[in-house]
């Protein structure tokens, strides 16, 4: 399966900054995906990346929040904008997997985000 | 629409016993389902998956799951559990048509108590 790097794994940040938040996969893949697990609560999609072109944002997430970049097949970063205490959640980034191609996803490890 | 409900939010078992986490979904498409797991301060882990094949799904750790159409259910369940399975688990439903637009349930946090 696919192996993704995420980092960084945690932080801690001050309100009206922003935070990126970087994804490596070992290998070539189409679309990346980035998700927000808020504190005990499940994972919601927040946009789709795909590679030479503009991400697409789920239903309450837009782009001047959480800007997207896809510069090549194996990277990607999402960045948090303007933080306020309420960004303050595990942000997780997620390709398809190779092996499991159409069937299985595999996750970054998380990066773990507190904005004071 | 798609969505997957988790029926219960914390199960505790002893070690050794049986391991029933409960899930059903609806789907207008012929799903694609899921079974993640989270162990703390580490990412998500695929167990096991179902894409319209055997309805009955073996997973990793000794972990499987059934696909039951008439009851929209697919239930976890493990004959004998391990200290090391405690964790977040959680059941995925995966829209049709759409690669990645996965739709999680909202967790349910296995407990096994020695």
């Known amino acids: 399966s696919a192996v993704i790097s995420q980092k960084p794994s945690r932080d801690i940040c001050q309100r009206g900054t922003s935070l990126t938040i970087q994804c490596q996969v070992d290998?070539?893949?189409?679309?990346m995906f980035w998700y927000r697990q808020q504190p005990g609560q499940s994972l919601t999609l927040i946009a789709t990346a795909n590679q030479g072109s503009e991400a697409t944002y789920e239903s309450g997430f837009v782009i001047d929040k959480f800007p997207i970049s896809r510069p090549n097949l194996t990277f990607s970063t999402l960045t948090v904008s303007n933080m306020s205490p309420e960004d303050s959640s595990i942000y997780l980034c997620s390709v398809e997997d190779g092996a499991y191609r159409g069937y299985g996803y595999t996750f970054g490890s998380g990066t773990r985000l507190t904005v004071v | 629409a798609q969505s997957v409900t988790q029926l219960d939010s914390h199960v505790s078992v002893s070690e050794g016993t049986p391991v029933l986490l409960r899930c059903n979904y609806s789907s207008s498409y012929s799903p694609s389902l899921f079974w993640y797991v989270q162990h703390p301060n580490k990412g998500l882990q695929l167990l096991l998956k179902y894409t319209s094949a055997a309805t009955l799904v073996k997973g990793i750790n000794g972990f499987e799951a059934e696909f039951k159409k008439s009851e929209t259910s697919f239930h976890l369940t493990k004959p004998s559990a391990h200290m090391s399975d405690a964790a977040e688990y959680f059941c995925?439903?995966?829209?049709?048509?759409?690669?990645?637009?996965?739709?999680f349930g909202k967790g349910t946090k296995l407990s096994v108590k020695p």
């Open positions: 995925v439903v995966s829209v049709g048509g759409s690669q990645g637009n996965l739709i």
């Open positions: 290998s070539q893949v189409t679309m």
